[in-house]
């Protein structure tokens, strides 16, 4: 019974250690930029709308390193906040307190963007 009840709180030692261990590494990416190393490049794209359209600033970005892209929201009426890159998987809906999303292009071209409706569209181009 002894070995038994001994057994257990190792197991439980070790989860333990490994659920702190995981706690560490997650606080120390975010406290890095969102998961990114602190020594690597970001992209950052400033987002608004125009005219009923997207504007991304640049709009043209370089493949294979992280992209950021921060929504001005004062500038994106209704479902225009409900962001999407479909041939990146890119889904955000922006909010006041929340308006960046980050991604890293791993294709070259001309890539839709649009609202989760379609009412609002526009284009990234990744070289």
Do not use: H, W
Not at 90 to 114: H, I, Q, R, Y
């Amino acid at each position: 019974m002894k070995s038994k009840m001994k057994n257990t709180m190792i197991i439980a030692i070790v989860i333990i250690l490994i659920i702190g261990f995981g706690i560490f590494l997650i606080k120390d990416s975010k406290a890095n930029g969102n998961g990114l190393n602190s020594g690597e490049k970001v992209q950052i794209v400033k987002l608004s709308v125009e005219n009923g359209q997207y504007v991304m600033n640049p709009s043209q970005v370089k493949r294979g390193i992280p992209v950021r892209i921060e929504a001005d929201v004062t500038k994106m009426p209704g479902c225009s906040k409900s962001f999407v890159i479909p041939s990146f998987n890119v889904m955000k809906v922006f909010t006041s307190t929340d308006n960046t999303v980050e991604f890293t292009p791993d294709k070259a071209g001309v890539f839709n963007v649009m609202c989760s409706m379609n009412m609002y569209k526009g284009t990234l181009t990744v070289e």
